[in-house]
């Protein structure tokens, strides 16, 4: 990201020479502004807001006409955000948003640059609504329930923007702009449109592709006439933020033919190339991303996301977060547990515990067969942390659902997946994921591991991306119009599939060539 | 104006097919419309306003997404004013006008044939602040000044708008653009635009050319979302109202060269046609718009507009206004009178009484001389009605001004002002100036009468050929771009020339073949 300029902005500040006004020229301040800024870009249509064109004749006079305007493109027009001195030579900045449904992401950018200057993460404060995205739907369904949540949104933000700026000592006029990747009903929240219809056939959204708007529309603290991006959506269920990683990715500019995956609460996967695109999003997540085993949580310290078991000694190797004493395990640490289990012949090719190999480590509470991972002596909770069968099961089954949809997809457009050339895994799990035990496990196909690019918050790259470049953002409708989206039909077919892929790694060996099952 | 439908309308109203959505269709509803909007123009981009966003579900649902949809254009964008069911089928409306410093002039119009439906002339309500630009511009720079005088505007325009929507049983959200030409200073105290510079040297305007505005950002009671046309200007001596009458004349697109003139608080002229256009203004008006002449006043009930004199008889054949008794006379009145009372001899080619052609018509008040046009007898003021040798005087200054300024931006650009094939005569003077009149008395040259075209208020006429034509209001930035200003400089040529024009109707007698003087 770092370079002295970045050479195709769209949000910009420039420094026209202007010359004071005399009986020779008597053009008035805004055109006089507009004609030198035209003159400087070498470039057509200027717009001026009218609450921009109220205080030009104050501003102008009151730099003597020495000024830098900051302007963003949209549709081939310049639109005026800002006018002030010309000794005010920082800036302009930007943010770029990853509208997670549990997360937000803001990065703090300079937009001459591009350059990073700030980054913070926080909770999505819906979250105290409801934790899942249905509850919210409901909640903005009841009276000044949308903007209520609406509003919990806009005040963190402005809380995190607030912070960020004054840190960097930014004044909150010159962040001229704003971005934001995320689901489709996130995307409708932060704009204030209602949801209700997301989550009823035939699902449609208010608004697949809305037009920049302004902070103050959105009550942002930036300037208050800076444009704010928002990702398209394809439909309820294929969101900005997977297009925003499609956009990240670069996989609409190759030749060859890549796929994208993102685990989030769903598992949504792009197949496609810079001709076409096919999409698909299916439940196969939740195990992934700590929802679902009894010791799961979010990536966090103390969490363990790396395992290793000595198939000879069966001793445990584990490693935290932050090397903190364990507290947890998130999806990443959760799959190396599962494939390190399978390669020393603790669990069979079902998932199930093989009790001869596991020894005293099971023990059964309630009925239910657990794996002490950490005893309690160790553990940073202070009481062991353990794995039941059930957890795996669950992990079995999002696995499993995750190869079907891989290759589900993958076989609609008639593409091998071992064939594949370029396997982009994003979202928080895949940056921790490592490809090796993804594969033993039979969750991602047997692909060599350099095929796997993984990169962290695509969304928010993405977001990142189309505020910094006119072409990147240009880009956005060309991948929303080129993406098929096909809908999972959950037929014979896809049970088929889905069957053979709940054994490790598969029922199908030669899929998984590298795979080596321990043997005793 | 009647017609059964535009062709180059830039605000529209379309009735687009759209299905409802299904499984197989699940677009947004925005771009669900905006992708029926786009079929149905077989074009381009189509912008939502956030507001029209956030109410397009509930409004598509409630009509079961059969819906008419009104829209504007800008800079090949067309911009989304209102959704509605498709059975509302009227409109759009839309409102012209003609902001003058002492009278404004709405004329309601219907959108798609162009017909009007309604006209309605009122004060300006800021003639309470201060009759002339300069106290309103005074007052705008007091505290809270500005905003007065622009609210006070805002509500009357609203008050008549409401008064002409009511008549026709149009609903406000109907009423869908506006256009509107006024002189610089009055356009910028609509704008709320400060005009404190447009008096003071190098007299710069806030802005030439606005950019489209919303009702919204004016207050302006018609729908938020319409747009709003300000004509621009040229500087603050050369305002909107003269380009929407340059529009309207027509002469922007002919071959032969034309004069306009416009005969308002200042006499404003233009020569030019499609390639080139001049302009300069001058102080020639006042004793032509009632401002001088002791019984001088605007044109209104019982005010006499023509006056015959029999030179043999000397009998005064008076014609008023509505034919009521006559009250005072207007400019158009003054001119007839003047030149009759030359052509029976009554004044002399320097404008001043004969008395012994005006007999006992002649009176001295007040060492004055004054002519009785009505004895009190037959006045409906109950006094009798006259002109004073000052009154003559200050027309003579006026005709030879307007001669003058005419023979100089002619000779500017060497064409002999009688060679000239079109004279376009605007204002409300215009409409009822009898042209032989001002052309014995020297006003006006000594061209065939044919050659004159009065016509009304071309400010306004200007104004509503700009809102019902987009070809039209794309030709405005072209006219204000090819015009050259020419600033009239009071120097010894023109006073020879001004000092030539003082006589009836000229000192040399050659410019006007067609006056026969009196000879007793």
Redesign the interface.
């Known amino acids: 990201m770092e370079q002295t300029q970045l050479n195709d902005p769209w949000i910009i500040r420039v420094s026209p020479d202007m010359a004071s ?3 020779d ?8 502004l507009v004609k030198a800024v035209k003159k400087e870009l070498g470039t057509g ?1 200027i ?4 609450a921009m ?2 205080r ?3 501003i102008l006079r009151g730099v003597d006409y020495r000024v830098s305007a900051t302007l963003f493109e949209d ?3 310049w639109h005026l955000v800002d006018v002030s001195g010309a000794a005010e030579t920082d800036g302009p900045f930007g943010l770029g948003m990853d509208l997670g449904s549990s997360t937000l992401v803001l990065r703090l950018l300079d937009l001459k640059t591009g350059n990073r200057l700030d980054e913070i993460s926080t909770h999505n404060p819906q979250i105290d609504v409801g934790p899942d995205i249905l509850t919210r739907i409901h909640h903005a369904a009841g009276e000044g329930g949308l903007e209520e949540l609406q509003r919990m949104l806009i005040e963190r933000i402005n809380q995190i923007i607030g912070r960020m700026i004054k840190r960097r000592g930014i004044p909150e006029k010159a962040v001229a702009g704003m971005s934001v990747a995320g689901n489709t009903t996130m995307t409708h929240l932060f ?4 949801p ?2 997301l989550c009823r ?11 920049l ?1 302004s902070a103050a ?1 959105l009550g942002l603290a930036l300037h208050p006439e800076a444009p704010v991006f928002i990702f398209p ?1 394809v ?2 269920y294929f969101g900005g933020d997977l297009i925003a990683g499609i956009l990240a990715s670069g996989m609409c500019r190759e030749k060859t033919t890549a796929i994208l995956v993102d685990v989030g609460t769903n598992a949504e996967v792009v197949i496609g190339n810079r001709d076409w695109l096919m999409a698909c999003a299916g439940a196969a997540g939740p195990a992934l991303e700590g929802g679902v085993a009894g010791v799961g949580m979010m990536a966090g310290p103390g969490v363990i996301d790396r395992v290793v078991i000595d198939p000879e000694t069966l001793r445990f190797e584990i490693g935290t977060i932050d090397d903190l004493p364990p507290v947890g395990i998130c999806g990443s640490g959760l799959i190396d547990l599962v494939a390190q289990l399978f390669l020393s012949g603790m669990i069979d090719l079902r998932g199930k515990y093989v009790p001869s190999r596991c020894g005293d480590r099971l023990e059964k509470t309630g009925g239910v067969t657990h794996l002490v991972l950490v005893p309690a002596r160790d553990s940073g909770t202070r009481r062991p942390l353990t794995l039941s069968q059930p957890d795996i099961d669950a992990l079995m089954r999002s696995k499993a659902a995750m190869y079907t949809i891989l290759t589900t997809i993958a076989g609609a457009v008639n593409i091998p997946l071992n064939d594949l050339e370029r396997f982009y895994v994003a979202g928080t799990f895949g940056s921790y994921i490592n490809p090796r035990s993804a594969i033993t496990i039979g969750m991602i196909p047997d692909l060599p591991l350099e095929t796997y690019v993984p990169f962290g918050n695509s969304s928010l790259e993405g977001a990142c991306r189309a505020l910094l470049s006119r072409g990147d953002r240009r880009e956005i409708s060309g991948i929303r119009d080129r993406i098929t989206y096909m809908e999972l039909n959950v037929n014979q077919e896809f049970m088929n599939l889905f069957s053979a892929a709940r054994f490790i790694p598969h029922t199908d060996r030669s899929l998984f060539p590298s795979v080596k099952e321990w043997r005793g």
Do not use: C, F, H, Q
């Open positions: 006004p005399s009986l020229d008597n053009t008035a301040d805004v055109d006089r249509a717009a001026v807001p009218y064109a109220k030009m004749t104050r549709r081939g027009v704009m204030g449109l209602d209700y219809w056939e035939p699902y449609i959204p208010v608004v697949n592709a809305p037009d708007m529309d959506n439909g309820s």
